[in-house]
């Protein structure tokens, strides 16, 4: 079992930045990617961005440029640095682990999601 908790919404003015944490705790060393949704209201919830374990970070195209997506492996914490916010931002963000486990003969994939924290980007 991995356990997720975010960290660092709140409310930000348009062109504001705020940063997101999320850590882990549990069985971290199943983990090979994490990465971070939003929701908005009335939509669908959307990836913002990823990072599988020693690889590149990905993100969606209207993030591009203005998130960053980081990772602290001593803390086993994952951040979502966001710049240069837009109305259309708001959302609720979660943070999400894809975890493989083997058992006996038997590969298990698993997803674990945060609690999601509200980020609302308002004048």
């Known amino acids: 079992q991995v356990q997720l908790v975010e960290s660092g919404g709140g409310l930000m003015q348009p062109g504001g930045s705020l940063r997101l944490s999320c850590a882990a705790s549990g069985s971290v060393f199943t983990i090979t990617a994490m990465g971070w949704y939003r929701q908005a209201p009335w939509k669908q919830r959307e990836l913002v961005g990823s990072?599988?374990?020693?690889?590149?970070?990905n993100y969606t195209d209207s993030v591009k440029g203005r998130f960053t997506i980081s990772e602290d492996n001593a803390k086993n914490t994952l951040y979502l640095q966001m710049n240069s916010l837009k109305p259309e931002d708001t959302a609720v963000y979660y943070c999400?682990?894809?975890?493989?486990?083997?058992?006996?003969?038997?590969?298990?994939?698993?997803?674990?999601w945060g609690q999601g924290t509200q980020v609302t980007v308002s004048s």
């Open positions: 990072i599988p374990r020693g690889g590149n970070t």
């Open positions: 999400t682990a894809h975890a493989v486990m083997n058992v006996g003969d038997t590969t298990i994939d698993l997803d674990y």
